[in-house]
């Protein structure tokens, strides 16, 4: 049975800028209706990392299976949707490029408006989906692999950046830590799986925040630092991880996210208090890490701020984010051409 959906407006996502490809429903920028993900773990696994080529190829496989998964899951019809959005920027170029591809071809068949996304812009609306109420003005930190940066925000489409990172991404950092350690691919949770077993006092690796009034990011220099613990600074020696005990590795693992951690809340903190925003918002991959919402919970609510956190299904790359972003993009009537591109950095 179709739903009938009065007076809503539902808009069709598409994600595909890394290794899922993802398609959802959402009525008035909140109500998920429907969110599939294809994930590529297995295709991946072996290499380490992402590789573009192999993911564009996924892409070009489920992207129909995916579409057609959510309307059947949210049971509307394609003429009860109002636009097809699609995150187009930043992220892989040939994987961007089959998301795009098919929201142009969409909106051009059905006729469809089509609106354009920043997928880092739609990591913000992600902790939005559950908390549609008043979030404005809010301090937001986007962190995930490929992207840390801080926004001033004063509604969902008025986002100015304040701070990013100026090398590793903290995710990035996450990952090459864990193959340094000799973790499971994916290597974010799989670190904090093992720094949960470990004591992050125990080792006490830098924290680098910069100038004293710098909202930057800058992950390589803890990331280096537990390079050198394990095998030393001349690079020379021998690789320690094989025969250190599994307390040796959970502690580095520790003291590493501790690290990180730190960082990430006193930065976000500073830029709240900077703009005296009342509200915190926080998302990205990273943003499913348990001390970081932990501990930006405590300091939220010691500093009399409201921390409001993507739910950790929408935390990772997902459509119903870009739908959601989508809606206040539709309503200022900031739609797009079928000349939209598919670009690597942000528009």
């Not at 773990?41 to 579409?67: Q, S, T």
């Amino acid at each position: 049975m179709i739903l009938q959906m009065t007076n809503k407006t539902i808009i069709l996502g598409l994600e595909s800028s890394c290794d899922e490809t993802a398609a959802a429903l959402v009525a008035n920028g909140h109500e998920v209706l429907s969110s599939v993900v294809a994930s590529q773990f297995d295709l991946h696994e072996k290499y380490g990392g992402v590789v573009p080529e192999i993911a564009a190829r996924a892409h070009i496989e489920n992207i129909l299976p995916v579409i057609r998964a959510a309307f059947a899951e949210a049971k509307v019809t394609t003429e009860q949707i109002a636009a097809v959005a699609v995150a187009h920027c930043p992220g892989l170029t040939p994987a961007l490029l089959i998301a795009v591809t098919a929201a142009k071809t969409l909106a051009w068949v059905w006729n469809k408006p089509l609106i354009a996304i920043n997928h880092i812009h739609s990591h913000l609306q992600s902790a939005m989906l559950e908390h549609h109420a008043d979030c404005f003005p809010a301090a937001a930190l986007v962190v995930s692999g490929g992207h840390t940066s801080i926004y001033n925000c004063k509604s969902p489409l008025e986002l100015e950046l304040m701070g990013r990172t100026l090398d590793d991404a903290a995710g990035e950092a996450f990952d090459k830590v864990a193959m340094i350690l000799k973790l499971p691919y994916p290597g974010g949770p799989s670190l904090e799986k093992l720094a949960a077993r470990g004591d992050p006092r125990t080792i006490d690796f830098p924290r680098t925040y910069l100038d004293k009034n710098s909202l930057d990011f800058s992950f390589s220099g803890v990331k280096t630092a537990v390079l050198y613990y394990c095998r030393g600074q001349d690079m020379l020696g021998a690789d320690r991880v094989p025969t250190m005990s599994e307390k040796e590795k959970a502690d580095i693992a520790a003291g590493f996210q501790a690290a990180v951690v730190d960082v990430l809340v006193n930065k976000t903190m500073r830029a709240a208090q900077r703009i005296n925003a009342p509200t915190v918002l926080l998302g990205g991959g990273v943003a499913a890490n348990s001390r970081l919402r932990e501990q930006l919970q405590d300091r939220c609510a010691a500093d009399n701020r409201r921390l409001l956190v993507a739910a950790k299904k929408y935390c990772t790359d997902n459509a119903a984010m870009v739908a959601g972003l989508a809606y206040h993009k539709l309503k200022a009537g900031l739609t797009a051409d079928l000349y939209l591109e598919a670009l690597p950095h942000q528009a």
